[in-house]
């Protein structure tokens, strides 16, 4: 995209690349905390050329010149540390691919530079996150606060106490509440609850974490199939933890666990990138 056609995306009706929306709500039947507060959201789309132009621009200027030909492939999911892996085909016959990567903060600094160079408005008291759209990325800016619906998956309901005290900080609208992963998808195919962020122990009865996770990620029709889930357990083995990533867990935590480093891998893991750089 050129930068006009760029800079149209903040008058309406010019574009379909930027829009306002606000909301406001009530907390649920299992809702905890105030009510939600009215929320304007401002999004900026980045198709797939404007999301490479964005970070061959923010690569140059941390030292990751990217080629100017085409990539062979791209990965973003905002949900990890390393959001975003681009690779470039060989130079040479008998060459190896390049991959150059970046992380959250990376691209939604990439995004916000983009923004800026291009002299579009972004608001100063907003909570800045990135997310993926199509095969390129989203500036999503969020004024006022919409709440936290947070689904705690457990076993035991002491645990399950514990992270309700932890997330008080966050002052979540709602919480809700499973016993394990099959009352946990029961309740997300039924559409009974729509969270922004899973809490799930990895050890169970009836249906475990890693269970859990790839059924999760396997079921398609589910609107919250890809919903980040954050694994929250006692185990400490190397090889437990890189299962669970590797069925789909956005991020594996270790108990004990302080509220704030809680709070803020919530913050990551829903796209949320340090925008004070």
Do not use: W
């Not at 060459?95 to 990439?110: E, I, L, N, P, T």
């Not at 530079?113 to 500036?139: N, T």
């Not at 509440?177 to 099959?182: K, L, R, T």
């Amino acid at each position: 995209m050129s930068n006009s056609n760029f800079s149209a995306c903040l008058y309406p009706g010019g574009s379909d690349l930027y829009y306002n929306s606000s909301s406001a709500g009530g907390t649920g039947p299992h809702g905890l905390g105030l009510v939600r507060m009215i929320q304007e959201r401002r999004v900026i789309l980045f198709p797939r050329a404007d999301f490479l132009d964005a970070m061959r621009r923010y690569g140059g200027r941390i030292g990751k010149n990217l080629p100017d030909s085409a990539p062979d492939q791209i990965n973003f999911d905002p949900a990890q540390d390393i959001a975003l892996t681009i690779r470039f085909p060989a130079i040479f016959v008998g060459g190896s691919a390049k991959d150059f990567v970046f992380s959250r903060d990376d691209v939604g600094q990439a995004l916000t530079l983009y923004c800026r160079e291009r002299r579009v408005p972004l608001p100063k008291a907003a909570s800045k996150l990135i997310e993926k759209f199509k095969d390129g990325a989203a500036l999503t800016m969020q004024i006022g606060n919409a709440g936290l619906h947070v689904l705690i998956i457990d076993d035991q309901e002491v645990m399950r106490t514990i992270i309700k005290k932890l997330l008080t900080r966050a002052n979540p609208s709602q919480i809700s509440e499973a016993s394990d992963g099959v009352q946990a998808l029961e309740m997300l195919r039924a559409g009974e609850i729509d969270p922004d962020i899973i809490i799930c122990d990895l050890h169970m009865e009836n249906m475990d974490g890693v269970q859990f996770l790839r059924t999760l990620r396997a079921d398609k029709a589910n609107i919250n199939s890809r919903k980040p889930v954050l694994i929250l357990t006692s185990d400490t083995s190397d090889q437990a933890h890189e299962i669970t990533r590797q069925v789909g867990a956005s991020k594996v935590l270790t108990k004990p666990i302080s509220a704030d480093d809680l709070i803020r891998q919530i913050n990551l893991v829903r796209g949320h990138f340090e925008a004070g750089r």
